[in-house]
């Protein structure tokens, strides 16, 4: 196992910011970040980072944790393995010594990423030993890559030989079931053992963010009549729908540019790279996708298409040029000289040509589309004008902000004029009519959604209800990827009883002596903060720190609770106290907060009690229904003192303020909460 030192001292380096930004676009905002939740779909950030607590919480679902967690969440991994990755990328050493026993999933998962792991480096070796590989190397030297090209990018050679990889494999002790399921290796068609998925191509390893294998692209060599390029099937690691190739390469450019150039070719990535322009992905052998340009709108806020100019590559353009508006990005099109792509043109031209061209050339989408209508002689015909005029509009009508709507067409109603006398009211016009339709084509995809999930629903049988089964922590070791629609409905944990928790924690001793007068574990609804309280009220009595960084630090669920219980969606503005000469203040006076509070909770209490006692009280009879009924009217009355009565009456002042930690202090554990 892990130590406790090593895991603080991973959590200490780690910083969660840059974690967390490898899957989510932050922006600063006060004292921490925001952005889009990845656990749940939405426009509005309500994402939040806290460096200075090392937590995440989304206001949206309700999902919160720190760093480990979120590691944990977004690679599927279980919490040794998301130690061990923050580990070895920010430099803490950890011993090879693991004895927690994963859950059948995350074991599962682990076992394709190191069984993907051990086929780059087969694949790297064999470019640089195998003989069958020359053919490999001579094409990757008249590219002017060498050695140090195929190290960084990982490329590599899968030899000829049907079974290299698999009797490798075999030998390392790998299990052919995560060969499988990387789709590394097929079942053989004789009946028994099993045949490489790649064989004799040139490899291209596909990386994530985070720079882990998780596929490959193999590349034909000789005049083959085959696909030129193979792809990694799906697998549970890899959706080619939500990968970049070179993104790992290309994030850190990207933010610093906020611009990202989209190529076609793994080798156009490779040569930019190589030449000083580091912002460049490419579409990773599909075609533009939503998550594919969710990833790329994480980092940059524009995204520059280079696509060949033959007829596949003009329509790919013009469908990723939709995709990246509806997405929010600025979108400008790059036409490169005839004959070039980007990999021959920086190499006969240089970065500085490359540079440029791009900032001279590069055109808005509108200018881009009507450029190429003209060129394809449809601006000169009548019957063809209006097309082209709908077909730019539906571009623009993919623009989620209204006002760069409205900008977009009295930009177009300028470019027009040229070719033909329009009214810029008859463009917004039939921009409402292309706007109608696609709303109309949105409710029609969401009916027949609803219709496929009924169908489904009704295929399976129901699952039964459990108490509480989406605020069960996850155990260490174990993956703890949330299903996104139980996210977004699990039940919001009371306010009230969060901000005990709350309290207890920023305050310490003192704070937590008062409140425990008052309460106990018996009162709290919620399964989570009631394990959080007992936990406060333990460590009160061994006399050990209580802490919003001692709790920050612990295993879950405590991390995430305490992003629960101290983030909040609403805050006075950082510029508040300019604009009106006040300092706002959340406890101006705690042990006032603490009582309000204390109050709430006790409500809550006693209108649980009064709801359990009305069932009970149903199907009873006889004395045992008297004795129920006294009980309820008793607890009628606590309930209507404290509904009616101002919490400084129900709850007397501390005998003093707020002291510093006084560990000489014994504290005898004494509730006076009712029940």
Same mark, same amino acid.
């Given at each position: 196992?892990?130590?406790?030192?090593?895991?603080?001292?991973?959590?200490?380096?780690?910083?969660?910011?840059?974690?967390?930004?490898?899957?989510?676009?932050?922006?600063?905002?006060?004292?921490?970040?925001?952005?889009?939740?990845?656990?749940?779909?939405?426009?509005?950030?309500?994402?939040?980072?806290?460096?200075?607590?090392?937590?995440?919480?989304?206001?949206?679902?309700?999902?919160?944790?720190?760093?480990?967690?979120?590691?944990?969440?977004? %690679?599927?991994?279980?919490?040794?393995?998301?130690?061990?990755?923050?580990?070895?990328?920010?430099?803490?050493?950890? =011993?090879?010594?693991?004895?927690?026993?994963?859950?059948?999933?995350?074991?599962?998962?682990?076992?394709?990423?190191?069984?993907?792991?051990?086929?780059?480096?087969?694949?790297?070796?064999?470019?640089?030993?195998?003989?069958?590989?020359?053919?490999?190397?001579?094409?990757?030297?008249?590219?002017?890559?060498?050695?140090?090209?195929?190290?960084?990018?990982?490329?590599?050679?899968?030899?000829?030989?049907?079974?290299?990889?698999?009797?490798?494999?075999?030998?390392? #002790?790998?299990?052919?079931?995560?060969?499988?399921?990387?789709?590394?290796?097929?079942?053989?068609?004789?009946?028994?053992?099993?045949?490489?998925?790649?064989?004799?191509?040139?490899?291209?390893?596909?990386?994530?963010?985070?720079?882990?294998?998780?596929?490959? +692209?193999?590349?034909?060599?000789?005049?083959?009549?085959? &696909?030129?390029?193979?792809?990694?099937?799906?697998?549970?690691?890899?959706?080619?729908?939500?990968?970049?190739?070179?993104?790992?390469?290309?994030?850190?450019?990207?933010?610093?540019?906020?611009?990202?150039?989209?190529?076609?070719?793994?080798?156009?990535?490779?040569?930019?790279? *190589?030449?000083?322009?580091?912002?460049?992905?490419?579409?990773?052998?599909?075609?533009?996708?939503?998550?594919?340009?969710?990833?790329?709108?994480?980092?940059?806020?524009?995204?520059?298409?280079?696509?060949?100019?033959?007829?596949?590559?003009?329509?790919?353009?013009?469908?990723?040029?939709?995709?990246?508006?509806?997405?929010?990005?600025?979108?400008?099109?790059?036409?490169?000289?005839?004959?070039?792509? =980007?990999?021959?043109?920086?190499?006969?031209?240089?970065?500085?040509?490359?540079?440029?061209?791009?900032?001279?050339?590069? +055109?808005?989408?509108?200018?881009?589309?009507?450029?190429?209508?003209?060129?394809?002689?449809?601006?000169?015909? $009548?019957? %063809?004008? $209006?097309?082209?005029?709908?077909?730019?509009?539906?571009?623009?009508?993919?623009?989620?902000?209204?006002?760069?709507?409205?900008?977009?067409?009295?930009?177009? @109603?300028?470019?027009?004029?040229?070719?033909?006398?329009?009214?810029?009211?008859?463009?917004?016009?039939?921009?409402?009519?292309?706007?109608?339709?696609?709303?109309?084509?949105? /409710?029609?995809?969401?009916?027949?959604?609803?219709?496929?999930?009924?169908?489904?629903?009704?295929?399976? $049988?129901?699952?039964?209800?459990?108490?509480?089964?989406?605020?069960?922590?996850?155990?260490?070791?174990?993956?703890?990827? $949330?299903?996104?629609?139980?996210?977004?409905?699990?039940?919001?944990?009371? @306010?009230?009883?969060?901000?005990?928790?709350?309290?207890?924690?920023?305050?310490?001793?003192?704070?937590?002596?008062?409140?425990?007068?008052?309460?106990?574990?018996?009162?709290?609804?919620?399964?989570?903060?009631?394990?959080?309280?007992?936990?406060?009220?333990?460590?009160?009595?061994?006399?050990?720190?209580?802490?919003?960084?001692?709790?920050? #630090?612990?295993?879950?669920?405590?991390?995430?609770?305490?992003?629960?219980?101290?983030?909040?969606?609403?805050?006075?503005?950082?510029?508040?106290?300019?604009?009106?000469?006040?300092?706002?203040?959340?406890?101006?006076?705690?042990?006032?907060?603490?009582?309000?509070?204390?109050?709430?909770? /006790?409500?809550?209490?006693?209108?649980?009690?009064?709801?359990?006692?009305?069932?009970?009280?149903?199907?009873?009879?006889?004395?045992?229904?008297?004795?129920?009924?006294?009980?309820?009217?008793?607890?009628?009355?606590?309930?209507?003192?404290? %509904?009616? &009565?101002?919490?400084?009456?129900?709850?007397?002042?501390? %005998?003093?303020?707020?002291?510093?930690?006084?560990?000489?202090?014994?504290?005898?554990?004494?509730?006076?909460? *009712?029940?």
């Amino acid at each position: 196992m892990i130590s406790d030192d090593k895991k603080e001292e991973v959590r200490a380096a780690a910083d969660i910011v840059e974690v967390v930004s490898d899957y989510v676009k932050l922006k600063k905002s006060g004292s921490g970040f925001v952005g889009l939740c990845p656990y749940h779909d939405e426009k509005t950030p309500s994402f939040n980072v806290t460096p200075r607590l090392g937590i995440f919480k989304c206001f949206g679902c309700g999902e919160s944790g720190d760093v480990f967690k979120f590691v944990m969440d977004q %690679e599927g991994v279980g919490f040794t393995e998301a130690v061990r990755q923050l580990a070895e990328r920010y430099g803490v050493f950890i =011993p090879e010594e693991d004895n927690e026993e994963p859950s059948e999933t995350t074991q599962l998962r682990e076992g394709i990423y190191h069984a993907l792991k051990f086929a780059g480096v087969f694949f790297y070796r064999n470019l640089i030993e195998n003989s069958e590989a020359e053919k490999a190397r001579k094409y990757l030297e008249k590219r002017g890559y060498n050695r140090e090209v195929y190290k960084k990018f990982g490329l590599g050679y899968a030899p000829s030989d049907g079974e290299a990889l698999w009797k490798a494999a075999q030998n390392a #002790g790998i299990d052919d079931e995560y060969l499988v399921e990387a789709n590394l290796i097929k079942p053989s068609n004789r009946g028994s053992g099993f045949y490489d998925t790649f064989r004799g191509r040139l490899m291209f390893p596909i990386f994530n963010p985070t720079g882990k294998v998780i596929a490959f +692209a193999g590349r034909v060599l000789g005049d083959e009549k085959t &696909a030129k390029y193979i792809n990694s099937a799906q697998t549970k690691v890899y959706n080619k729908s939500e990968v970049v190739y070179g993104v790992n390469f290309a994030k850190n450019e990207i933010r610093k540019n906020k611009e990202v150039i989209l190529v076609e070719g793994y080798t156009d990535v490779i040569t930019l790279n *190589e030449h000083g322009i580091g912002n460049v992905v490419a579409s990773s052998g599909t075609s533009l996708t939503v998550g594919q340009m969710k990833i790329l709108h994480r980092y940059g806020e524009r995204i520059v298409m280079i696509y060949d100019s033959d007829s596949a590559g003009q329509t790919a353009m013009k469908r990723g040029i939709n995709i990246a508006l509806a997405e929010g990005m600025e979108v400008e099109l790059l036409e490169l000289p005839e004959g070039q792509d =980007p990999d021959s043109f920086v190499k006969q031209f240089g970065k500085e040509s490359f540079d440029e061209l791009k900032n001279e050339e590069a +055109a808005d989408f509108v200018d881009f589309l009507l450029l190429k209508a003209e060129e394809e002689g449809r601006m000169a015909k $009548p019957t %063809e004008k $209006p097309k082209v005029i709908t077909e730019v509009l539906e571009a623009i009508a993919n623009i989620p902000d209204t006002i760069q709507r409205q900008v977009y067409v009295q930009y177009l @109603h300028q470019q027009i004029q040229k070719f033909q006398k329009v009214k810029e009211s008859d463009l917004f016009e039939q921009l409402e009519r292309v706007l109608a339709e696609k709303r109309q084509e949105e /409710q029609r995809s969401a009916r027949r959604e609803q219709a496929r999930e009924r169908a489904q629903q009704q295929e399976q $049988p129901p699952v039964p209800e459990g108490p509480g089964d989406d605020d069960v922590p996850p155990l260490p070791g174990t993956s703890a990827r $949330p299903n996104r629609q139980a996210s977004s409905t699990r039940k919001k944990k009371p @306010h009230f009883e969060k901000e005990l928790i709350r309290l207890m924690i920023t305050y310490g001793r003192d704070m937590v002596e008062y409140i425990c007068s008052f309460t106990n574990a018996k009162l709290f609804e919620d399964e989570e903060l009631q394990q959080f309280y007992e936990d406060v009220t333990d460590r009160f009595k061994e006399e050990k720190e209580i802490s919003i960084q001692v709790y920050s #630090g612990k295993e879950e669920p405590f991390p995430r609770l305490v992003g629960d219980v101290l983030l909040e969606q609403h805050t006075a503005s950082d510029r508040h106290e300019e604009k009106v000469g006040l300092k706002y203040e959340k406890d101006k006076n705690p042990y006032k907060t603490a009582k309000s509070a204390i109050r709430a909770t /006790q409500i809550n209490f006693y209108k649980r009690k009064l709801n359990e006692l009305a069932d009970r009280i149903g199907s009873s009879s006889g004395d045992k229904r008297l004795k129920l009924m006294e009980r309820q009217k008793d607890i009628k009355s606590k309930l209507t003192r404290r %509904e009616t &009565a101002d919490p400084d009456d129900l709850f007397p002042d501390p %005998e003093k303020g707020l002291r510093k930690e006084d560990n000489d202090k014994v504290f005898v554990y004494k509730m006076k909460g *009712e029940e």
